[in-house]
């Protein structure tokens, strides 16, 4: 799937995401094992996926952080690289913002390539973000944008950007994080638990109200395949935004935020797979 005729703007910030899990507001069981994963990134996102359905059923973001943490101590090194991550978002989610950065990604040694080289000063000329992307969005059709979703403050520049997008005509927004099962989402104008990971942070939540505040068609769009491993998460993803939006609306103007490598217009970031932007 390729939406090579809409013109699009991709921010970037960092690479690599895992599939959230929604929380809910059932009591929590007892703990069960969770089987450890056959080798592979297939088994690796297997054992995730498990794990995100066993942390689902906890009430309480203090009760995730402890899930995850000891989920992470006894993990093999691919899976403290997304356990590390989904850590560092509970963490935050706690306010303890130091410490997600600090877990995520310096607390992970397993991390996949290396940075790319800083540009030099002389070649660029500073703006401010917001402003700069709106200019460039007046003729595109798409912006996308990712977070970092340990680093709440990478949010900011969504919700700078929403009043200017909405101003120019854009119609939706898509957020990775919110759960397609909270159909009253836009009656309501504010999320909830239930309607997906992140949104208990305060700023993710801020976006959702602000977006659905300004008037835009708020839209879920996260893979539901329990047993979606990178390929077809992202195959999923592009397809959800396609049949959600541009189906029924083809002159629709589209703002995601997304997270991590999602966004990214090449495959290094995502192992083997083709990341959703370009599908």
């Given amino acids: 799937m390729r939406w090579s005729a809409l013109p699009a703007i991709v921010i970037l910030v960092?690479?690599?995401?895992?599939?959230?899990?929604?929380?809910?507001?059932?009591?929590?069981?007892?703990?069960?094992?969770?089987?450890?994963?056959?080798a592979g990134e297939a088994g690796t996102f297997a054992r995730l996926n498990a794990l995100q359905r066993e942390a689902a059923k906890l009430t309480t973001p203090l009760a995730a952080y402890l899930f995850w943490r000891d989920q992470y101590v006894h993990g093999d090194a691919k899976e403290q690289q997304l356990i590390g991550q989904v850590l560092a978002a509970t963490a935050s989610e706690l306010g303890a913002y130091d410490e997600a950065v600090q877990r995520f990604p310096y607390g992970v040694t397993h991390l996949q390539g290396k940075p790319a080289s800083l540009?030099?000063?002389?070649?660029?000329?500073?703006?401010?973000?917001?402003?700069g992307i709106a200019e460039l969005a007046h003729e595109r059709r798409i912006v996308m944008i990712n977070e970092a979703h340990h680093a709440a403050q990478t949010r900011l520049v969504t919700l700078a950007l929403l009043p200017r997008l909405r101003a120019q005509g854009f119609t939706h927004f898509a957020a990775e994080a919110l759960d397609e099962r909270d159909r009253a989402l836009a009656t309501r104008g504010y999320p909830i638990s239930a309607s997906g990971t992140y949104v208990r942070e305060p700023l993710y939540g801020d976006i959702i109200r602000t977006a659905l505040k300004l008037g835009f068609i708020v839209v879920p769009y996260e893979s539901t395949r329990a047993d979606a491993d990178t390929a077809t998460r992202e195959e999923?993803?592009?397809?959800?935004?396609?049949?959600?939006?541009?189906?029924?609306?083809?002159?629709?103007?589209?703002?995601?935020?997304?997270?991590?490598?999602?966004?990214?217009?090449?495959?290094?970031?995502?192992?083997?797979a083709r990341p959703a932007s370009i599908r």
């Fill in 14 to 38: 960092l690479a690599a995401c895992v599939q959230p899990a929604a929380h809910n507001d059932a009591a929590a069981p007892a703990a069960t094992p969770v089987p450890r994963a056959s």
């Fill in 119 to 131: 540009p030099a000063p002389e070649d660029f000329r500073a703006v401010d973000a917001a402003q």
């Fill in 236 to 272: 999923e993803q592009a397809q959800h935004l396609v049949e959600r939006i541009f189906r029924d609306q083809p002159d629709a103007r589209l703002f995601v935020h997304a997270g991590y490598a999602h966004v990214h217009k090449r495959n290094d970031y995502l192992f083997d």
